[in-house]
Structure formats: C-alpha cells, structure tokens
C-alpha cells in the first residue's frame, strides 16, 4: 500500500539534513560542518546535473560564506565544494543557463523577468531549509503546496531555474576560491620590509611587536607581521643582533592568537618554530636558580599580556621601554633553553589549534 502523504512529503534524510544545516548557517553547528559540507559536495559531484542538483546548489551557495571564513581547518572541504560547483556549472551551461547563448535578450536569459528570480542570502537558515526540500520530488512538492507568495516565498521554477541556479554556483565558487587563498595560499610579505625596516636596514622591533599585538586593529596586519618576522628569521638576512627580536615576536604572534590563524599565515610560522633544538629542556642552565627564571617568563608573569612585549622591546630601544622584572642580560635572552620553553609552548599552540579546527594531515600538501 503506497502512503501518499509519505510520497509527497520531504525525505525524512533530508530533514535531517535541514536541521544540520541551519545549525551550521547561524554558527551554532550542532553537526561537524567540514563532514555535513564534503557530504553535501560529494553528493553533487556524484551528479553534477542530477535531480538534486537545484537543492545542492542552493544548499552550497549558503554555506560557502561559512567554509570560507576560516571556521573549517582543512582545504579539501573547500576544494570539494567549489568542484562539485564547477562541475554542475557546466552542466548549466549546456542546458539554458548563461554562456549557452540562447538567452531571450533582457533580463537574466532563461525567460525570467529580472527580479522573479528568488532572493536568497537575506535568511540563510530559510535558503538551505529550502534547498533541502529541493532535493527530493516529495520535498519540492511540499514546497509548492505550502508556498506562501504573500510572504515572499517564490514559484518552484525560479528555484530550478538553470540560470539562476548557474548565478548562484558561480557566486559560491569566487567566494570559496577568495576563501582558499585567503586562508591557505601563498602570502606576499615582500611589501613588509619597508614598513618594519629602519633606514639602516635594522629591524624595528618595537614597530613589529606593536602591530602584532594589535590585533583589534587588524588581524590580518599582525598574523603578515608575524609571518614576515618568521620567514626573515628563517632566511637569516639582515643584522645578527635582530634574530633575537625576530624569534621573540614570531612566538609572541602565535600567543596572541589564541584561537589560532589562518593556515596561510601559520604554517611557515609552525615551520619555522619547529627548526628550534629542543633538547636543551632536560638539561640545566645557568639561570636555574628558579623555575619559570628567564626573561620572557618573568616580565610575562609580571605583568600578564603586556610585560613579554615591553621587556623583548627593552632589548631594542631601552630608552623607550623597560622590561618588568629587568633588565636582563643578553646572554639571559639568549639562552637556548628559553628558546626551547618559547618554542615547545608555541608547538602545544599549533596543536590546539588544528585540532580545535578539525585540521589533518592531509593538507600537507601546501608545505
Ligand atoms: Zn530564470
Ligand atoms: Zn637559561
């Protein structure tokens, strides 16, 4: 016996899904989003020009702004999206939508007055509960017999509309590309040198911890000074004194960002720290005469947030800054055991870090 309600009504799956998908569209996934998206892609990319394409795109077109925004700690989960777009994009193409070359003149060229198309990215929770339903023929039939026109909801045709649906993946894919190298391509950190470097081609350590601590004023500009400092260091250009300085302010970027940067800055940073001997943590120094007794330890306990920034500054322009619990020798800044502290304290950072993200190892593959 066939229930028909049930024939007409949405795939309870992908009521499921709905309700994963708003949770994940107002920040509050009570879902993994990398595992629901990939998921999502996958199911796409399976069949690009399927009968859930239409909801797939919708649902994807929604959620790009939030695989974008640094929330997800692996590439492959943006890869697969926009691959899964770009593949069901073609198939638009070749069946009406923009670029087949059988628009109708004004308009969007599928036979749609401009504006009947719906609007979506007003009420993202709206969008994927709607491209949810588009999924399945019970799930589209439910929409028409619940549609309210008074209350904006628009025909089905317009959600399945080849055009529209071709500028919905087109907008998703630029998004997620932005996002990609936003959060995990190539950084250009050459222009930086004349903002940190001095006349004389020291650096301007001051200048450098203070954009790096700075961050209410500008993420982007602390985690590119960190990245710049650390590549510098690793290099080894410029004056010997300076690597000190350079060192200290690349661990001093990884502290002030708690809840960890984008890719694109952190793995050559992750890198970089990694090059640091850490074997001098078993073994005795001259300083030992107290635990927690070097430089960075003591002004940082002096003074919480502040005091590592002023004493490491103490060493480049004392005239201008004191360092709490200073001043500290030279060979206090420079002993190889605090360096090993700074380092093993910044690598129990990265690893917090990628596992508050959900990050493997598979994004390797971008070092
Ligand atoms: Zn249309
Ligand atoms: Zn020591």
């Not at 028909?4 to 309870?12: H, I, R, S």
């Not at 069946?95 to 007003?122: K, L, T, Y």
């Not at 850490?278 to 502040?306: F, K, S």
Request: with cysteine.
């Amino acid at each position: 016996m066939v229930n028909n309600d049930a024939m007409l009504g949405p795939d309870p799956e992908d009521a499921e899904l709905a309700g994963d998908l708003r949770s994940i569209v107002s920040d509050y996934p009570h879902c993994d989003p990398a595992l629901t998206l990939s998921i999502c892609a996958d199911r796409l990319d399976d069949d690009p020009t399927g009968d859930e394409r239409a909801g797939l795109i919708v649902i994807l077109n929604a959620t790009c702004w939030y695989a974008a925004s640094g929330r997800i700690g692996t590439a492959k989960v943006l890869e697969g999206m926009t691959a899964a777009l770009v593949a069901a994009r073609t198939g638009l193409a070749a069946n009406g939508g923009p670029g087949s070359g059988s628009g109708p003149g004004p308009g969007p060229g599928c036979g749609h007055a401009p504006g009947e198309h719906p609007q979506v990215g007003d009420d993202r929770e709206y969008d994927v509960t709607t491209g949810a339903q588009l999924l399945s023929p019970g799930g589209r039939a439910a929409y028409e017999r619940k549609r309210d026109g008074e209350y904006g909801d628009p025909p089905l045709d317009g959600w399945l509309c080849p055009a529209f649906l071709a500028e919905l993946a087109d907008e998703a894919v630029d998004r997620l590309r932005e996002g990609l190298q936003e959060l995990f391509g190539e950084r250009e950190t050459g222009h930086l040198d004349k903002r940190y470097l001095r006349s004389d081609g020291r650096v301007d350590i001051p200048r450098l911890t203070r954009t790096i601590r700075r961050r209410f004023r500008s993420d982007e500009d602390s985690a590119e000074a960190g990245l710049w400092a650390a590549r510098r260091w690793m290099a080894g250009e410029g004056a010997s004194e300076d690597r000190l300085g350079l060192f200290l302010a690349v661990c001093s970027c990884v502290f002030e960002w708690h809840e960890g940067m984008p890719r694109t800055f952190f793995r050559e940073i992750e890198a970089a720290v990694k090059t640091v001997d850490l074997a001098p943590l078993g073994m005795p120094c001259a300083h030992e005469h107290q635990a927690g007794a070097h430089p960075w330890a003591v002004a940082n306990r002096l003074d919480r947030g502040a005091g590592a920034f002023a004493a490491v500054n103490a060493i480049y322009a004392p005239e201008d800054f004191e360092a709490p619990g200073g001043p500290f020798a030279l060979e206090e800044w420079n002993c190889p055991k605090q360096a090993a502290e700074l380092a093993e304290a910044a690598i129990a950072d990265f690893a917090d870090w990628r596992n508050m993200r959900g990050d493997d190892e598979d994004d390797e593959k971008w070092e």
